[in-house]
């Protein structure tokens, strides 16, 4: 998001919002925090915050960074075949509860 759509996006709050006038240091930390995010889906986030809510929004309630890709899934994936390969190798083998855990363990030890 531009400087200039940053500042569309105050006006429009500072309208809608009569008593939120907007300090210098909290436009420039707007400016800030605003361009790392998409002018559309934030505007998008802001009309439906103006729908809800009585009060301005806050950065974190309009804030719409982009999306970062990770290998989570991936991740994931291995992490169950792993596990699922283990259980299949060791069936019979089950964790035991430590003596002193028994006593409060409606499951009993092994």
Known sequence: ?????????LIL??????????????????FQFCSEMDYEKVMTKVKIHIRKSPFPPAIADIAVFPFEENDFPETLQK???????????EPNQRNTLPEWLTEYSARKSV
Do not use: H
């Not at 998001?1 to 996006?9: C, P």
């Open 79 to 89: 992490w169950m075949k792993e596990g699922r390969e283990r259980i299949e190798r």
């Open 1 to 9: 998001m531009t400087k200039e759509e940053a500042v569309k996006l």
């Open 13 to 30: 709050i500072e309208s809608v919002y009569p008593n939120c006038v907007f300090k210098d240091e909290t436009v420039q930390q707007w």
